[in-house]
């Protein structure tokens, strides 16, 4: 007996025999009649024409959480917005043109907020390229710092209201046991580095994240340096600053970040 026919094939590649992660986004939108020989007609939300109908959750090809580039356009646009000063004592057409300032940008960001609103990731090329975009300026470092600590802000943001209020209320030792978990969740969703401490209290963050294969220097790790140091401060009170004692640009196999303890002071 014949098996189906697909007409269309259907973009997410389902095919028969072969079972797709994407089949269950697929619509049967017809069949032609009920004997197994007519071919059934398919059609699937994803489309090779438009990459952001992609569902967000596949996982067969690395991907990086769309909070770090909305953190990183975000940064350059607060960085590049002309002040109110300049603003009412320049005519508009005198106003210096920034990159920040720019309607590709605004669009960017409406973009990656879209994403991020659906718990969404990007592909990690487009992410390298934005860092080696940001590496040319002068405020580079600046940059990513600030892109740091606001993706852990918006990281934060999708913490729970009931782990919210338990944290709030517990006593401080429970409070900071309790936050550095937290933390240790959202540094590997968003980061995709590791956070572990040891007897002595010192934190150490590992991770290979795509900073160094945008920017050979390193100098975008500082991104997720102070992504890290933001989410330790505020949910876990650990108030000692994190320092790059390892980096990928320096031929090792990881960055590392840590924590100064007593002995280091």
């Known amino acids: 007996m014949q098996r189906p026919l697909f007409d269309p ?13 994407r089949r269950r986004f697929c619509i049967e939108l017809s069949r032609h009649d009920t004997s197994w020989r007519s071919p059934v007609t398919l059609t699937c939300r994803a489309s090779w024409d438009d990459p952001n109908a992609w569902p967000v959750d596949d996982k067969r090809k690395p991907s990086i959480n769309a909070i770090v580039p909305l953190a990183v356009l975000e940064a350059v646009r ?24 720019s309607r590709t940008v605004q669009g960017q960001i409406e973009r990656y907020a879209n994403v991020v609103a659906r718990g969404g990731a ?19 470092g600046l940059v990513f710092s600030d892109a740091g600590r606001r993706a852990a802000r918006h990281a934060m943001r999708d913490v729970s209201a009931a782990a919210r209020g338990l944290h709030r209320a517990l006593p401080a030792r429970a409070r900071h046991r309790m936050g550095f978990r937290l933390a240790q969740r959202i540094s590997q969703r968003v980061f ?10 010192r934190v150490t963050v590992v991770g290979a994240p ?18 890290v140091s933001e989410l330790l401060r505020t949910l876990a009170g650990v108030e000692e600053e994190v320092t790059h004692a390892a980096c990928r640009a320096q031929g090792g196999d990881a960055c590392r970040w840590h924590t100064a303890t007593k002995e280091d002071r």
């Open 122 to 140: 990007v592909d990690p090329e487009e992410v390298i390229q934005l860092f080696r975009l940001v590496a040319r300026r002068n405020d580079a």
């Open 192 to 201: 995709g580095v590791a956070a572990s401490r040891d007897e002595t209290g």
């Open 9 to 21: 094939p259907c973009p997410c590649g389902s095919a028969i025999g072969r079972p797709s992660r």
């Open 210 to 227: 795509p900073s160094v294969d945008a920017v050979p220097g390193g100098e975008a790790c500082a991104l997720y340096g102070a992504g």
């Open 78 to 101: 607060s960085l590049d917005r002309p002040s109110s000063v300049v603003l009412e004592e320049l005519p508009q057409d005198f106003v210096p043109k920034r990159l920040g300032a």
